[in-house]
């Protein structure tokens, strides 16, 4: 059949094969996922059914574009907390952090466009970009957020319609960008006329020290889209985030919505209304931190046990990642190829998480959805096999 051209590139391609490989019986560090035995089950349940019962039928009915309002009212407390200038009719419900990506790509990137993205980056955000052919600009990370001087090399040089970031537990290096890499950042922006689409949705997860403002916080402008999620909160199954952006952007990416899905599912929002109603969120934040928390420690207790001199990885204070970088050299998706999966063990490749995929020699480890002692077995067999492999 013919497809469309545009869904000829896929950032995707290669990383089926591996989750594939990542079946039952292996001690996955790949997947990203929530672990689900944190989802507060029972008082979503009754969420549910109790938003069912009382309403009238207008839950079943159509509704709006922005989604549910007393919703939208308490998303709107919550930032403004967080320190965003917001009201509720500054912020549409939508899809998971996974549909405002989309629909900023679809409002502002014609085929060839510039995008400026980190490297390594999140998959899914590229295999969203994908679509829209545009041209991709890495910038490299420091252990401080994206490399500052580089994004300004660019800007000088290429045209760039948006820059792509995820400043708080970045996905995949478990990074957060400093206050001073937030404030330029904006600045550059505001001087070479870029939108900044700020992905959040880590941002409540942290286990330790202070967070710092969402880039959104220094916005004067109207050109920062900021996404947030309640996938890692709450669970993902609801899919269910927002966004917030200035009223040019926000009119339009409103529209784009419309003309993709009409609106977010009028029964999700209202039950997860309810949800935040007879619960206390922040609570439940506190309890599936804490559990992320010991899993991240366990995770580096483990790395400093076992593996090899020469291999370094980051020790982030939130998120569900951490990145391992190997010596020059080394080929991350070979090992995990050849050595990995067949000893029942796994990660995300480096190369997989940029669209230049010229990164060989680090891998994304995740432990958000791995027993402890998994973790420990599995950190063990994973340095054993790189201990070998550097070794050879
Ligand atoms: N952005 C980032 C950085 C993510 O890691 C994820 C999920 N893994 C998403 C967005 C998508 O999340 P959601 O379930 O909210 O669509």
């Not at 969402?214 to 050109?223: A, C, E, N, V």
């Not at 020699?361 to 550097?390: C, W, Y």
């Amino acid at each position: 059949m013919k497809l469309a051209n545009r869904t000829k590139k896929t950032s995707n391609s290669g990383l089926d094969e591996i989750f594939a490989a990542s079946g039952p019986g292996v001690i996955s560090f790949a997947g990203g996922y929530p672990d689900q035995q944190l989802f507060p089950k029972q008082e979503l349940e009754k969420a549910f059914s109790s938003s069912f019962q009382s309403s009238n039928s207008n839950l079943l009915q159509y509704n709006s574009s922005l989604g549910y309002l007393p919703l939208r009212d308490k998303l709107a407390q919550r930032l403004q907390d967080d320190g965003i200038v917001v009201n509720a009719d500054s912020i549409m419900l939508t899809q998971g952090a996974q549909q405002g990506i989309d629909l900023a790509a679809r409002l502002l990137l014609d085929k060839g466009d510039g995008i400026v993205v980190e490297a390594p980056t999140y998959l899914g955000a590229l295999a969203a970009f994908d679509v829209y052919e545009p041209t991709y600009y890495e910038v490299s990370m420091d252990n401080d957020g994206m490399n500052i001087e580089a994004l300004r090399k660019v800007l000088m040089s290429h045209q760039v319609k948006m820059i792509y970031t995820v400043p708080d537990f970045q996905n995949p290096t478990g990074t957060v960008m400093s206050l001073e890499k937030r404030k330029a950042l904006i600045k550059l922006a505001n001087d070479y006329d870029v939108v900044i689409l700020e992905d959040g949705p880590y941002r409540n997860l942290r286990y330790k020290g202070e967070s710092l403002p969402p880039i959104k916080h220094f916005d004067t402008q109207g050109r920062v889209i900021f996404l947030g999620s309640f996938s890692k909160i709450l669970a993902p199954g609801l899919r269910l985030g927002w966004l917030t952006a200035g009223p040019e952007l926000f009119s339009g990416l409103v529209a784009l919505k419309g003309g993709s899905d009409v609106e977010s599912s009028n029964l999700t929002m209202a039950s997860v209304n309810v949800y935040l109603e007879e619960n206390d969120l922040d609570e439940h934040i506190a309890t599936v931190r804490s559990t992320y928390k010991r899993r991240k420690d366990v995770m580096i207790e483990s790395l400093q046990h076992f593996l090899p001199s020469g291999v370094s990885y980051t020790n982030p204070d939130g998120g569900f990642f951490l990145w391992l970088t190997m010596p020059a050299g080394f080929d991350s998706t070979e090992f995990l190829k050849n050595n990995l999966i067949p000893n029942k063990v796994s990660f995300v490749p480096s190369a997989n998480l940029m669209p230049s995929k010229k990164l060989k020699n680090a891998a994304r480890l995740s432990f958000s959805n791995v027993s402890e002692e998994d973790i420990r077995s599995g950190i063990q067999t994973m340095s054993q096999l790189l201990s070998a492999k550097l070794i050879s």
